[in-house]
């Protein structure tokens, strides 16, 4: 209720769709924290084209997170129709924005900034109760399992891996939920789904040393 959108905010979504002869249209968030963003200037205008499985790729593996909102998109009403936000729950972008690219055929990401994300350290997105934690771990958990179903080896292997370094991450800042989930075994699935040596050796440094021992190589390394 506190965001905004630029005033070509739809008209430019329809000139990716047409100009890209593309299914789902995505444009870029602007992080506000006031009401009287103008959209004045505006980064290079350029443009990102996906079929559906480099759509999840991008989504999973990168963490683009113009990709991963539900806001700032132009999408076919029949995809969406096909699987609604579900009722009641935290994260329901990460819970079918995947669904969607993987439905769709081609995917545009534009380079301009059409939507005002208003930065309150307040919000729902800023606050990390245990209901919040619950609601991502269980939407990176259904993402494992739709691509296991829908037989893309690629996509469920790198959900599986989203699903294990996020429960790392989280356990490490504290997340009761997190750690619960780790306790009951519930993750022994996703570390048999042919996850890489890299998300192994991090699950395995928390399970037995209790620190992220990927975030330790970077801070090493200073990258």
């Keep these: ?42 980064p290079p205008e350029r443009t990102e084209s996906y079929g559906n499985i480099a759509a999840c790729r991008a989504l999973i593996k990168t963490r683009c997170m113009p990709m991963a909102v539900a806001c700032a998109k132009l999408l076919p009403a029949d ?3 096909a699987a609604p936000f579900p009722f009641g729950r935290l994260h329901e ?19 301009r900034e059409i939507y005002a994300y208003y930065q309150n350290g307040d919000s ?3 606050t990390k109760t245990r209901r919040n934690h619950e609601a991502a ?47 009951d075994g519930r993750a022994k699935r996703y570390l048999r789904m042919g996850v890489g040596l890299k998300t192994k050796l991090r699950w395995y440094g928390y399970r037995l040393f209790r620190a992220d021992l990927n975030a330790l190589y970077h801070k090493i390394v200073g990258k």
């Design 137 to 183: 771990i269980l939407a990176f958990e259904e993402q494992c399992e739709y691509f296991a179903a829908a037989g893309c080896p690629e996509l469920q292997v790198a959900a599986a891996e989203r699903l294990l370094s996020t429960l790392v991450v989280m356990a490490l800042g504290k997340s009761e939920a997190a750690r619960e989930f780790i306790r």
């Design 93 to 111: 972008d990460e819970a079918t924005t995947y669904k969607y690219y993987y439905a769709a055929g081609k995917t545009v990401l534009g380079s």
């Design 1 to 42: 209720s506190d965001d905004y959108v630029s005033p070509d905010y739809a008209e430019y979504l329809l000139r990716l769709l047409d100009e890209n002869e593309a299914d789902i249209a995505c444009g870029q968030l602007r992080s506000v924290y006031g009401g009287d963003e103008l959209f004045g200037e505006q």
């Design 124 to 126: 729902i997105t800023h």
């Design 79 to 81: 995809i969406v129709r």
